[in-house]
């Protein structure tokens, strides 16, 4: 089974409307984040949680906001989507150990807003 | 605040060939830790290789090699016996060791091996 998932992998839906990404991991990591993939602009950064009771803002946080449920869930939601939104999503998790720092992804979430 | 240059928007390269693909950095940091991470078609984003700055050897995961420049903060992936299966985007990416750090991503570069 994989590490880390997320649901759904597609989804198209239209402007104005409210959606959730949700985000779970198996791997036991304090850590996780949300990124949007652009063509020629890599992933950025939405949000990110370094525990439960941690949430903060990303570069693009702009028109998204997070829930983390428990410290294995991570949910993204688009309050009114837009159809710049349209991109790829990926959750991330890492967990600090000594000094290394290694972040795994999801396999992906991907969104049309028609 | 951190940048992640990759000049190559995209490549290609024989099956079988060696190819190298080129990452720059920007930090005032003097530990950090740089990464190569795959994005195949499937989409899923792979772990390729990871340098931790205060190393001075160069990392290699079997066909997978850097060349790490501290000074010209440089951080170069070499792909030899380059396969089928390496056609990927092909992305760098940047963290500082300090708490709170996070990930810097390159724009990536499309590798094409052809065969």
């Known amino acids: 089974d994989a590490d880390v998932t997320q649901t759904p992998r597609n989804r198209i839906t239209k402007t104005g409307k409210r959606i959730m990404l949700e985000c779970s991991q198996t791997?036991?990591?304090?850590?996780m984040y949300w990124y949007r993939q652009d063509p020629g602009l890599g992933l950025r950064l939405i949000y990110y949680s370094f525990d439960v009771k941690d949430i903060n803002k990303g570069e693009i946080s702009d028109g998204y906001s997070v829930s983390r449920q428990a410290q294995a869930k991570f949910s993204l939601s688009l309050e009114s989507a837009i159809p710049n939104q349209t991109a790829l999503y990926f959750c991330a998790t890492s967990d600090l150990k000594g000094r290394e720092e290694t972040q795994y992804f999801g396999p992906g979430t991907r969104l049309l807003v028609l | 605040a951190q940048t992640v240059t990759q000049s190559q928007p995209e490549m290609s390269v024989q099956e079988a060939e060696t190819v190298t693909l080129s990452c720059t950095y920007d930090?005032?940091?003097?530990?950090?830790?740089l990464f190569w991470y795959k994005q195949p078609p499937s989409r899923q984003m792979i772990l390729v290789i990871r340098?931790?700055?205060?190393?001075?050897q160069n990392a290699t995961e079997n066909r997978f090699s850097v060349n790490f420049q501290k000074a010209a903060k440089s951080f170069s992936l070499k792909i030899s016996d380059s396969q089928l299966g390496d056609t990927a985007m092909y992305f760098c990416a940047f963290v500082g060791e300090e708490y709170g750090q996070n990930f810097v991503f390159g724009p990536g570069t499309r590798l094409s091996v052809l065969p």
């Open positions: 930090t005032s940091e003097n530990n950090y830790y």
């Open positions: 340098q931790e700055a205060y190393k001075q």
């Open positions: 791997k036991g990591h304090d850590r």
